[in-house]
């Protein structure tokens, strides 16, 4: 036999039978064989397996069978032949005869529902339901039966069963209708009555029998037999629970909980009803016979009683009903509308609850019928609405029915209430409700109808025992006792249902009893349950009827309702006795002695015995009121009554105190709270009162005695020790209408402390309640208000601290987190609930609703901003309005889009005035504005989007998920609607913890998305995958993926796939990690079903044993998780394989998410003394969706070696993947933290040689450390500084020196303060060196928050024990002494004289040892060297070894940071260090005299130019932010040091320059000006550097303009700053004092010339509006405003040339907002009207130079029709039109002369018709005066010119017309000075200096006069007229120079000289700290742009000193 040596896949499909067997044997054993699931070999047959099962032959078919049995159970690809082998096994299996074959068939089925392919097993086999062949269906019906049987009904879908049994019913064969009984018993055991709907037409015969066999079964719940793979958790529980005996009633509960409770309602199938209405359905239901109307309401009752109605628009015909009931005269039309309105609501359910609020008011209002038919009718209907929403949404239409007139309204009202509460549970029923409710119920207790009251106590009733006495006591405190008597009566006899209810939720007690309908013919909602006091689980699920019911919400709520201590009032003779029995006679006797110290001494005793009582024999009210024997509480020494006041707080801490006892002391510690030495024990013995009897009734009763007094002193420390309370115990539960009449009086006090207290807690209360605070002190004087708004700015952006106290009755349980969410949520709730609402209903009149739906658009416009206008002025409405809805939503689809965009913004006012309350307008208002989303015009579209969240925002997303409507509108095929729709979903669901199920319904449409034409809407689909996976599941996505055709499965799969490996992690509760320990072992749980179902981390449901290590790995305990198949472990292959991938994920968005989520106290803050295991396992479930499961696993494994191999792994791909690792960077820094309190010596080296690689790398890339991720990382690092070992504190330091390049110094600076507080001596002195590093460094700026504060505590560690600690604290000091000098001594405070001695010889000592800064500085500032430029170098090399090594160096005296230098010989004089500031050169030490004749001459090189400093080179952008941060130094010498540095940056062209941020580097500028401004100017011993540094600072900014990339660069703000600073020099007459003074105002007026021809043209212009805006509005002086004026009219004409690069939508927006500020009127009433006139000339350019284009760039302008700027323009562009065919004509004109005139000039340039030409040109000059010959004349030459001149002159004086003769030289040059300004000095000043400037006479004066001009210095002068216009005369006479001296010197007013450019090479600021200002001014001047540059009128220097020397030899 041939086959015999084939292999094994040959022989498996070998054509003999016998060779197959062999085969299918092999196979067999060799499945057995392998150990791993995930072995290769596995592949190899996979495509057998279906072979192996469809085996022809019967024999060789059973060998098959076991050996794909084998496979299934052991391959980890079973689940890939899942569907393929199961219809192998029905269709050639189930068929055969023998009987082993049917067994391993079903074997091979359930196998692969334990792989987690139920839902494959189970489709197969219900389509073998189908085949001919009834062996097939028998087996197949069988299967299903076991199936079900052994996994449950959670695990195997019962609704397909269901829907097939009645076919089987029906089946011939009576053994298949046999097996389909069996199935239905097993069925209806796990889900009991709810098959029973969908049996009820099969044979009569039949459901008899299967009602005694349903009889037959035990009443107890059925629990599953088999597991899946992912439910070992569950089986181990079970197996626990059996063995437990004790506890067989809570294994009866879980059991109950854990099976699956199925409502027949889902069974259904949905019934459409609207189209089955008559057509003329709606006009006979108004029809004017009531036989018509009855005609319409019948057929509408037929269609009702569906149990399960389709959804669809249902909005008219509840209308249609709603009129019927409330208007309809018959009543028995009525009656039978009110059932059609509950069939409805029973048949829609959720999908009604957008109607209930419709017909809820008018059901109530209509009980005022006495006929017990309407009345019966309607409580079925109202009760039938209440089942679709919940009680909050119907609260208010409620309530407000309970001030009727009618008693039968009332009553029934209040019965609904009792009906809906007892349908409640305490987790359902709002909190807020409950004092509203009971407030109502109150007032009908007392009322005259006895109904009325009963009904009322019923009501009260029900809401006790829901939610138990301690919450309603509060409020029956005035009820008499019988009437509170009956209320208790009828809670104890009362029976409630407590679980969720509504929509899909189960209802457990029927409404009311309704007699017409059978219970199965119409199933609206689940069956009722067995009253739950026969089960064994009464304590879980039941309360008992007393007040100390254990249910499982009570043990989660406060338990104080069972430990509370109530306490009858004592006499005092009772007191005396219980006192005496516990304390000392001699101590009792002692208490009221005349001697003081005897009562002192008792007091000590009483201390002592109370401190030893046991707490629970301790009487409270006993000891307190002995203290208060006389003299009691007005004891006189100070001693006895603190002791009085300790002994209080140790009674209320350690007694079971009660607030008897406390009513007792209370009003004496508050008299004692402003008591300056017994105050701070009084404010300690009310927060132990607080803790005993709870805060907020403490805080209650404290304030109110404080106000109760006159004493302001005892009010204001009242005020403050709540602020600290409020801080401690937090804010829950305190009664804020209480606090805020006390807040009010205290703020208007006459006494300050009290007003600063009640605004500090009013910021507290602010940090809680937020900005609704704000509401209650609107009515507050504006000055009041204004300090309260600072306050609560203060506390913007802070989170409330967590509270550290809290009741000590409290259990553990009450810190979970579900209660902590709880009260968060009441909390907020309670402060909503607060504020003052409006009733706007009756505003909301017919005639507005009639005006919104006006076919008119201009009167629906007028119609909602009536609306707006009714909500704005309502401010906080209630939710009571109408018929609003509907009208809104009418004009949601209006064809006017801007009527579109107005109701949305109506809606976002709706929302924000509504508040919480807008939930019930969801379905009806809100669903309609996702509609909106599909507008083709975006701009309608973001408007929606706002809308849906603002609405979002107060509603929350869960009733927005219920409900089918998003499904709904995705289904829709408007692209629009589906990529806004998807990405808002996606961006609200990743906020959100949980979601209702509803959100499955979208899965569907989600996968239609991906397949969509529209790219945007496939992109935002793929971005919303996985969200949805995170909440659904993988598995719940991948089942509805099946469903898919065969194309669109594919490609959804793999894009299924490709999301997986992105989930973000799912919002986890705060604190749900500490239920996760098991209570009976201690041992780390393992995690529950609906845990592992839920978890959006481990997705795989293929591998459960990754799943279990993962979940269950906990860092250096825990156990590792067990795998599912033990034995089963992954080969090395297959780890390499998994391990090949990225080791970090990066997940957009993740790290803000965290931060969110941590500033919102969602999740644990990283803070923590020790680890526990809730911040464990907190940071693995973050860590998990970030990094590959392999290093997560090693991460968190028990075994130091796996972190070993985690770090090193994570070293090798630092490099590689730094944007990951960046993205999680706050998770490794955490995981790492925990690492420092490891034991293990190698684990903590190997993390910190990682840590510093990577902070190497972080600051190669400039990274900057988040505030979250410092405060998670830096203070478990500073705890490290005081390890033992001497390397680890090393590593520890060179972290903490390279933390300074990616965080900046002063942020570290108070977490090296906190390390100072350790008790580890090592770890001080550490920190103490640290601190003196980063003062060498960085200078005093560092220190936080002041440096006095800072000083003070170091100087502390002075007296120290520890000598290391004492001797860091000297050296710390003495570093401060070397940047600030003397002044330590100040900012050190008082010390003693030890200390201070110590201090002075250590200064004193230093001090002389100070040297040249050595190279330790260089090595710290370049710690990340330029070579390094990978992971994998930096680990082999030492890292940063000598980082700190200059600590000691530089605690000795390092003063200043000098330039390293470079390239100096051994032994040479370094030149660059001499040149540097002389300051900094140390005295050197006295020198051995040498007889310098024997030395021979150096050569002194010439001086180098100071290059770049070298560390610069290592890491430039750090360093150079470094040397910015000391621009703004205190220190005058550090601050020129920078400078010159920042100077030589600049001058690099680029290399360096690119690296500065230009606005950081400007801000630390200006810093330095104020500082100088403020503080140097004031000190005359400075005054001579203060000139230096302005000299140096205005040459660092010119430098600066010079690179014209980052003078650009400069924003807005900024540079409204540096004209603001420069304008102040100018005007600060001390400048002008200083030496150079004047000079340095020069070289301002020349920079601000700079500025504005440099800097970006939007960013200046709209510096200076926002500039003369601020200076407008404040108390500026006249001059500051006028140089602001001056330097917009210097933009202004420089306008026409940057106009291109102008933005002008910025500039018109700034416009606009300067005139909203500063309208047309209020700038006339300005005493200048200078500023108007700057603003008309501004826009007047601006149109000009654009045109009417100038109305297209208002885009940025909101309402322009409102706005004052487009009416100005579009007059400006009116005027400008009509301008322009004037211009035209005379352009006409203009062009005939100027050819005129070119003829003229042609004949002047020939010589035979010179002279006509002259003539000529004589005569047009008379022709045309106002032409300018310049343009001409400037192109010939000088001669020509003055020949010209000459003989026009002498052609005047021959025709005697002189009087003309100013025309033509106004003609030859430009306007000449008139008549009126003939004779002002100061023109002819200007001009002579302007010539002696040109000339070389006069080599003082800058040739510009800047921006200002010089006139204001020469204005002050006597000068004569006629002598300057003499020797300008003798100067220019006839010259040619003459001509062009007029036109330079008259292009402006004199009082307008222009600003002159800068030099292209600008000066350094080294010239200018060596005294060299004037080097700005004489460096290359050029003229302004306002001078033409053409080279006909430019001269040289040496040509014009020849013409004057001419000029002087002929004069």
Not at 177 to 195: G, T
Not at 528 to 542: D, F, I, M, N, R
Request: proline share 5%.
């Amino acid at each position: 036999m041939e086959w015999m040596n084939l292999p094994v896949e040959q022989k498996c499909e070998h054509k003999i039978w016998k060779a197959r067997l062999c085969g299918y044997e092999e196979a067999l054993k060799l499945f057995q064989k392998i150990d791993d699931e995930k072995s290769p070999e596995w592949g190899k047959l996979i495509g057998f397996i279906k072979k192996f099962v469809t085996e022809s032959n019967a024999v060789a078919q059973l060998k098959g069978l076991e050996a794909a049995l084998a496979f299934v159970k052991n391959a980890h690809v079973a689940n890939r032949t899942v569907g393929e082998v199961v219809s192998g096994v029905v269709c050639k299996v189930f068929n055969q005869p023998k009987a082993r074959a049917k067994e391993l068939g079903i074997d091979i089925c359930l196998m692969y529902i334990e792989i987690e392919k139920a839902d494959v097993v189970q489709e197969e086999l219900i389509k073998g339901l189908d085949n001919k062949n009834p062996k097939i269906i028998l087996a197949c019906v069988e299967t299903l039966r076991i199936a079900l049987s052994e996994f449950g009904a959670k695990t195997v879908s019962v609704k397909p069963i269901i829907k097939v049994l009645p076919k089987l019913f029906e089946s011939r064969e009576k053994a298949v209708r046999d097996e389909a009984k069996v199935l239905a018993v097993e069925v209806y055991r796990w889900i009991r009555d709810a098959l029973r709907p969908s049996l009820q037409n099969i044979n009569a015969l039949q459901l008899k029998e299967l009602e005694e066999d349903w009889r037959q079964l035990p009443p107890g719940a059925p629990k599953q037999s088999r597991f899946l793979r992912s439910q070992q958790d569950l089986r181990a529980k079970y197996e626990q629970q059996e063995e437990l005996a004790e506890s067989e009633a809570n294994q009866a509960n879980e059991i109950e909980d854990a099976a699956q409770q199925l409502d027949p309602y889902e069974l259904l199938e949905p019934v459409e009803i609207l189209s089955k209405l008559p057509k003329d359905f709606y006009e006979k239901i108004e029809a004017k016979k009531w036989q018509e109307r009855k005609e319409a309401l019948d057929v509408l009752e037929v269609l009702a009683k569906n149990p399960k109605l389709e959804s669809g628009d249902y909005g008219d015909l509840v209308r249609a009903l709603k009129k019927v009931i409330g208007k309809d005269t018959n009543v028995n039309l009525v009656s039978l509308a009110a059932k059609c309105l509950a069939g409805l609501a029973s048949g829609l359910r959720k999908k009604f609850g957008s109607c209930a609020g419709l017909v809820v008011p008018t059901i109530l209002e209509k009980f005022k019928e006495k006929k017990s038919q309407v009345v019966q009718a309607l409580q079925e209907a109202i009760d039938a609405v209440f089942l679709t929403t919940t009680l909050q949404n119907l609260s208010e239409d409620v309530l407000a029915v309970m001030d009727n007139k009618n008693p039968s309204i009332k009553q029934q009202a209040s019965l609904f209430l009792a009906r809906s509460i007892r349908l409640s549970s305490p987790a359902t029923l709002p909190k807020t409700l409950i004092k509203p409710i009971c407030s109502a119920m109150l007032k009908l207790v007392n009322d005259s109808v006895p109904e009325v009251r009963d009904a009322a106590v019923e009501a009260l009733a029900t809401i006790m025992k829901v939610v138990g006495e301690r919450a309603v006591n509060p409020f029956l405190v005035d009820l008499d006792k019988a009437k509170l008597d009956k209320i208790k009566e009828s809670t104890d006899k009362m029976e409630v249902a407590e679980g969720k209810r509504g929509g899909e939720d189960k209802v457990k007690t029927a409404p009311i009893a309704q007699p017409g309908p059978k219970p199965l013919e119409k199933p609206s909602r689940p069956p009722e349950k067995a009253p739950l006091a026969k089960s064994g689980g009464v304590e879980k699920t039941k309360p008992k009827p007393t007040s100390d019911r254990q249910s499982h919400r009570g043990q989660c709520r406060k338990t104080t309702e069972t430990k509370e201590v109530s306490e009858t009032e004592l006499s005092m003779e009772v007191c005396e006795e219980r006192a005496a029995a516990v304390l000392p006679a001699l101590c009792v006797q002692h208490l009221d002695s005349t001697n003081w110290k005897e009562r002192l001494a008792s007091m000590n005793d009483f201390l002592k015995a109370v401190e030893q009582i046991d707490s629970h024999q301790m009487p409270c009210q006993a000891l307190v009121r002995m203290l208060a024997k006389k003299p009691g509480w007005k004891e006189t020494n100070f001693q006895v009554m603190q002791l009085k006041l300790q002994v209080v707080a140790v009674i209320a801490q350690r007694g079971n105190f009660s607030k008897t006892s406390a009513s007792v002391l209370l009003d004496a510690l508050v008299d004692k709270a402003g008591d300056a030495k017994c105050g701070q024990k009084a404010k300690e013995a009310l927060t132990a009162i607080g803790e005993a009897c709870s805060l907020p009734w403490t805080a209650e009763q404290v304030i109110s005695m404080a106000f109760a007094q006159k004493n302001p002193k005892n009010q204001a420390e009242t005020l403050n020790w709540l602020i600290d309370a409020i801080k401690e115990f937090g804010f829950a539960g305190m009664n804020v209408k209480a606090f805020m009449s006390h807040v009010k009086i205290a703020l208007g006090a006459t006494n300050p402390a009290v007003r600063t207290a009640a605004i500090c807690l009013l910021g507290v209360m602010y940090l809680y309640m937020g900005a609704p605070l704000r509401m209650f002190f609107e009515d507050e004087k504006a000055a009041l208000l204004s300090q309260i708004d600072a306050e609560f700015q203060k506390m913007q952006g802070q989170t409330p601290p967590a509270p550290t106290r809290g009741s000590k009755k409290k259990t553990e349980d009450q810190e979970k987190g579900d209660e902590l969410k709880e009260q968060e949520e009441e909390g907020n709730a309670d402060v909503m609930d607060l504020l003052p609402r409006t009733d706007i209903s009756g505003k909301l009149t017919g005639e507005m609703a009639a005006k919104i739906g006006d076919k008119n658009w201009k009167i629906r416009k007028e119609g909602l901003e009536e609306l707006a206008a009714v909500i704005s002025q309502a401010k906080f409405i209630k939710t009571t309005v109408g018929d609003l809805p509907t009208t809104l939503k009418a004009r949601l689809g209006d064809s006017n889009k801007i009527l579109v965009q107005q109701t949305l913004s109506i809606l976002q006012q709706l929302a924000t005035s509504m508040g919480p309350g807008l939930r019930q307008h969801i379905k009806s208002l809100g669903i309609p504005i996702i509609t909106v989303l599909g507008d083709s015009k975006s701009m309608v579209r973001t408007t929606a989007l706002a809308t849906l969240t603002a609405w979002v925002e107060q509603t929350g997303m869960k009733e927005w998920l219920e409900g089918d409507e998003f499904s709904e509108e995705l289904k829709r095929a408007n692209p629009f609607l589906r990529q806004e729709l998807l990405g808002w979903l996606a961006e609200r669901l990743a906020t959100v913890r949980s979601v209702p199920s509803d959100l499955q319904l979208c899965v569907a449409p989600l996968y239609a998305c991906l397949e969509d034409r529209n790219i945007d809407v496939r992109k935002k689909a793929q971005d919303a995958l996985p969200i949805f996976i995170t909440h659904l599941g993988f598995d719940k996505m991948n089942k509805a993926a099946a469903k898919l055709a065969p194309a669109s499965k594919d490609q959804v799969v793999a894009l299924l796939e490709k999301a997986r490996s992105s989930v973000p992690a799912k919002q986890a509760a705060p604190a749900k990690a500490a239920l996760a320990k098991a209570p009976a072992t201690g041992s780390a749980a393992k995690p529950t079903t609906a845990a592992n179902e839920a978890d959006p981390v481990v997705l795989d449901s293929e591998v459960s044993e990754e799943k279990s290590h993962s979940k269950n790995a906990k860092t250096g305990s825990a156990p590792a998780g067990k795998s599912a198949l033990p034995g089963k472990k992954p080969s090395g292959k297959a780890n390499d394989e998994v391990k090949s991938g990225p080791l970090f994920i990066l997940v957009p968005n993740k790290k803000e998410l965290r931060v969110k989520e941590e500033k919102s106290l969602k999740v644990l803050k990283w803070n923590f003394t020790s680890p526990r295991d809730e911040y464990v396992e907190q940071l693995q479930t973050q860590m998990a969706p970030c990094v590959a499961k392999w290093l997560q696993e090693e991460l968190f494994h028990h075994d130091f070696q796996h972190h070993i191999k985690a770090i090193n792994a994570m070293m090798e791909n630092l490099e590689a993947e730094r944007d990951a690792v960046v993205a999680c960077l706050d998770l490794v820094l955490k995981w790492f933290t925990l690492r420092f309190f490891d034991k293990n010596t190698t684990v903590l080296m190997k993390a910190l040689d990682f840590l510093k690689i990577l902070f190497l790398s972080l600051s190669k890339q400039d990274y900057c450390l988040s505030d979250m991720e410092a405060n998670a990382f830096i203070p478990y690092l500073i705890l490290k500084m005081g390890e033992s070992k001497d390397v680890v504190r090393k590593d520890v330091r060179a972290i903490m020196g390279m933390l300074c390049k990616v965080y900046p110094a002063s942020k570290i600076f108070p977490f090296i303060m906190e390390g100072l507080k350790s008790k580890n001596s090592k770890q001080r002195a550490v920190c103490l060196e640290e601190l003196g590093c980063l003062i060498a460094l960085c200078g005093m700026s560092v220190c936080q928050p002041t440096p006095a504060k800072a000083l003070k505590e170091i100087a502390v560690h002075i007296g120290d024990r520890d000598t290391s600690v004492r001797n860091a604290a000297l050296n710390t000091i003495v570093a401060v002494y070397n940047v600030c000098g003397d002044q330590v001594y100040k900012l050190i405070g008082n010390l003693s004289e030890k200390d201070m001695s110590m201090l002075e010889e250590r200064i004193k000592r230093l001090a002389k040892e100070v040297a040249a800064p050595s190279k330790c500085v260089e090595e710290k500032i370049t710690r990340a060297p330029a070579s390094q430029t990978n992971a994998s170098s930096q680990q082999k090399q030492p890292i940063d070894e000598q980082a700190h090594t200059m600590l000691p160096q530089l605690a000795q005296g390092a003063q200043h940071i000098e330039e390293p230098t470079t390239g100096t010989p051994d032994f040479c004089l370094d030149l660059d260090f001499l040149k540097k500031d002389p300051l900094s050169i140390c005295k050197l030490p006295d020198l051995v005299e040498h007889n310098l004749d024997d030395l021979e001459p150096l050569d002194i090189p010439a001086p180098r130019q100071c290059s770049v400093p070298a560390f610069f080179e290592a890491c430039p952008a750090s360093t150079i932010n470094l040397v910015i941060s000391k621009i703004a130094s205190g220190d005058l010498n550090d601050s020129l040091q920078a400078l010159i540095q920042m100077d030589e940056v600049f001058r690099q062209h680029g290399k360096y320059a690119v690296m500065v941020n230009v606005d950081q580097f400007l801000t630390a500028l200006l810093l330095q000006l104020r500082l100088i401004h403020s503080r140097h100017m004031a000190n005359p011993h400075v005054l001579t550097d203060v000139s230096k540094l302005y000299s140096c600072i205005l040459g660092s900014i010119m430098t600066m303009l010079g690179l014209e990339t980052l003078a650009r660069e400069a924003s807005v703000d900024v540079l409204k700053d540096v004209v603001e600073g420069l304008l102040t020099i100018m005007l600060d007459s001390r400048v002008e004092e200083l030496n150079g003074g004047k000079r340095i105002i020069s070289t301002v007026n020349i920079l601000l010339g700079r500025l504005f021809e440099r800097a970006d043209e939007t960013n200046i212009l709209s510096s200076l509006l926002m500039l003369l805006q601020e200076v407008l509005s404040s108390s500026a002086s006249s001059k500051f405003c006028d140089l602001v004026l001056k330097c917009l009219w210097r933009i202004i004409k420089f306008l026409p040339d940057n106009i291109a690069s102008v933005n002008l939508d910025r500039i018109l927006l700034d416009i606009h907002n300067f005139m909203k500020v500063f309208p047309k009127e209020r700038l006339n009433q300005l005493p200048n009207d200078l500023v108007h006139r700057t603003l008309k000339t501004l826009l007047l350019t601006l149109c000009r130079l654009t045109g009417p284009t100038i109305l297209d760039h208002l885009i940025m302008v909101e309402n322009r029709k409102e706005s004052e700027l487009e009416s100005h323009l579009k007059r400006v562009v009116k005027s400008m039109v009509s301008k322009i065919s004037r211009d035209q004509k005379n352009l006409v004109l203009k062009t005939n002369a100027r050819a005129e005139l070119l003829e003229i000039f042609k004949k002047i340039s020939l010589k035979e018709n010179e002279k006509e030409g002259l003539v000529d040109l004589w005569e047009y000059k008379q022709k045309h005066p106002e032409v300018d010959l310049s343009p001409h004349l400037r192109k010939m030459s000088q001669t020509t010119q003055s020949l010209i001149f000459r003989s026009l002159i002498e052609i005047s004086a021959e025709r005697g017309n002189r009087a003309k003769t100013q025309p033509l030289t106004a003609g030859l040059s430009a306007t000449s000075p008139s008549s009126s300004e003939e004779f002002r000095p100061f023109v002819y000043m200007e001009r002579l200096k302007a010539l002696r400037q040109l000339s070389g006479l006069d080599k003082n004066t800058p040739a510009s006069t800047g921006l200002l001009g010089s006139s204001t210095i020469h204005e002050k002068r006597h000068l004569e007229p006629l002598a300057y216009q003499g020797k300008l005369k003798r100067l220019s006479p006839i010259r040619a120079l003459e001509n062009t001296m007029k036109h330079e010197g008259t292009t402006e007013q004199p009082t307008r000289s222009p600003l002159l450019l800068m030099p292209c090479n600008p000066p350094s600021s080294t010239d200018v700290v060596h005294n060299k200002p004037s080097h700005l001014l004489n460096n290359q001047q050029e003229p302004s742009r306002l001078v033409d540059p053409s080279p006909a009128s430019i001269t040289t220097l040496d040509d014009l000193r020849k013409r004057l020397e001419k000029i002087k030899s002929s004069c």
